[in-house]
């Protein structure tokens, strides 16, 4: 299993709440998110590595339309506002790095895997 942890820090515990409330419908059963005062922490398993790197990069668009949102809720208040800080790991220790295919595969410079079809 493939796990990456997403945490944000908001301007202000309600920021995050918000934030929070705003992609949490969007999770899948594979997705855990939980609020610590201005902090909105998501928890992403999937089988693959491929599976986890769409999940993440949905859940970040998803997390960067809400935050900006959120910060211009705040700014028609008059509230100062702060972007929110984003800190990413991933834990693929009990990874399975077996691939079930012959087929070749060549890393490219975002180092992602390209696996190449041969039609001879």
């Known amino acids: 299993m493939r796990r990456a942890t997403v945490r944000t820090t908001h301007a202000t515990p309600e ?23 201005r902090v909105v922490e998501t928890t992403i398993e999937r089988g ?22 959120v910060g211009a ?8 506002t702060t972007a929110a800080t984003t800190t990413a790991e991933t834990d693929t ?10 087929e070749p595969t060549e890393q490219t410079a975002d180092h992602t895997d390209t696996t190449h ?3 001879e």
């Open 117 to 119: 079809h041969n039609h």
């Open 15 to 37: 920021s995050a709440a918000l934030v929070a409330g705003a992609v949490e419908p969007d999770n899948t059963d594979s997705m855990a998110t939980r609020v610590d005062g």
């Open 93 to 102: 220790t009990t990874a399975d790095t077996t691939t079930e295919t012959d």
């Open 73 to 80: 809720d705040r700014d028609a208040t008059g509230t100062e």
């Open 48 to 69: 693959t590595t491929g599976g986890l790197h769409s999940s993440v990069d949905d859940y970040v668009v998803n997390l960067t339309v809400a935050d900006r949102l």
